[in-house]
């Protein structure tokens, strides 16, 4: 069974940053992507940003120029670093591990992040 180990969190200012890790128990090149989404009270989960085993990257519109995720292959960690952060940024924040087309889709158990105003 895969693990996926987020941490990071945590309690911040708007404006502030926070950098989020997702430790994985596999080698993560071996994911055709990894995902970070996240969750507010009430809301839907969304997708924020994705690095696929290629390296490409890609970014919900509202974090764009302001969320960038990166990964360490030697450490199977992917990072999500958090700049300008706004209270709309409120969110468990969850990682994402998945080969396409298959059944494998592993998620990590979230960290909180709040900002506050």
């Known amino acids: 069974q895969v693990q996926l180990v987020e941490s990071g969190g945590g309690l911040v200012q708007a404006g502030g940053s926070l950098r989020l890790s997702c430790a994985t128990s596999r080698n993560i090149l071996r994911f055709d992507a990894i995902n970070w989404y996240r969750q507010a009270p009430g809301e839907q989960r969304e997708l924020v940003a994705s690095?696929?085993?290629?390296?490409?990257?890609n970014y919900a519109d509202s974090v764009k120029a302001r969320f960038t995720i990166s990964r360490d292959n030697d450490k199977n960690t992917v990072y999500l670093q958090l700049k300008s952060l706004k209270p709309d940024d409120t969110a468990v924040y969850y990682c994402?591990?998945?080969?396409?087309?298959?059944?494998?889709?592993?998620w990590g158990q979230g960290t909180q992040v709040t900002v506050s105003s």
């Open positions: 994402n591990a998945v080969v396409w087309g298959t059944s494998v889709d592993y």
């Open positions: 690095i696929t085993s290629g390296g490409r990257t």
